[in-house]
């Protein structure tokens, strides 16, 4: 894959400051492979809490600092209508100490669960997770069971925010068929009306694909 502008900048601002891909991973608290990612184009589409962060630990005055937040902003219109996408948040994260613990169990199981009961920030918890191991994956996308009346619509929840037509008669072909060949993780977002529902088509979509993730 082609490097970006915006990988190009990256790579320039952090050599003219002196500072290694390990050393600028370690001061803006992002991962060594996050930062390879985007250098080299294959994140395409940094997010903006991660150009600030960036941005401030290479120290950019105003200028160079607009320039490099107007090659991100281009990089994330340029991305695909059908590229997986996280939702852009609307405020800060507040780090808190289960981040790091739910990377790791990410990185060891293909289903992860977060628990909690509702207000606690489940759910921006599973984005900002995501966020920070989007390099890993070649896919991501958030899917939202929230305005669901019945289970039985989980599946074309699925497909729909997938970008498929279902056909077959368990409605998972299709969306198996997208998921292969490619590393996947799928964030599955209100799911307690549905739980029963959606633990079924996940198990399933997990047992159809090896390379899928699952966060719910």
Not at 182 to 189: A, E, F, K, N, S
Request: glycine share 8%; with cysteine; proline share 2%.
């Amino acid at each position: 894959m082609a490097e970006t502008r915006f990988g190009e900048l990256l790579r320039q601002y952090r050599r003219a400051a002196g500072c290694s891909q390990e050393g600028l991973a370690e001061r803006a608290g992002l991962s060594v492979g996050a930062i390879a990612a985007l250098e080299q184009g294959i994140r395409r589409a940094p997010h903006r809490d991660t150009v600030d962060a960036i941005s401030d630990a290479l120290g950019m005055p105003e200028l160079t600092r607009r320039e490099f937040e107007a090659a991100a902003a281009q990089a994330r219109r340029r991305q695909r209508p059908d590229d997986s996408v996280l939702p852009e948040s609307l405020t800060s994260f507040i780090e808190r100490s289960e981040i790091h613990e739910l990377q790791n169990l990410l990185a060891a199981h293909r289903l992860l669960t977060i628990t909690g009961t509702g207000g606690v920030g489940k759910t921006r918890i599973a984005i900002e997770v995501a966020r920070r191991v989007e390099h890993l994956y070649d896919a991501m996308w958030l899917v939202d069971l929230l305005p669901l009346r019945g289970g039985d619509l989980v599946r074309s929840q699925i497909a729909a925010r997938l970008n498929v037509q279902l056909r077959g008669d368990d409605g998972l072909t299709e969306i198996a068929h997208r998921l292969r060949s490619r590393r996947v993780l799928l964030v599955i977002d209100n799911c307690e009306h549905v739980v029963v529902e959606a633990a079924s088509v996940i198990e399933k979509l997990l047992g159809r694909s090896t390379t899928l993730t699952v966060t719910r």
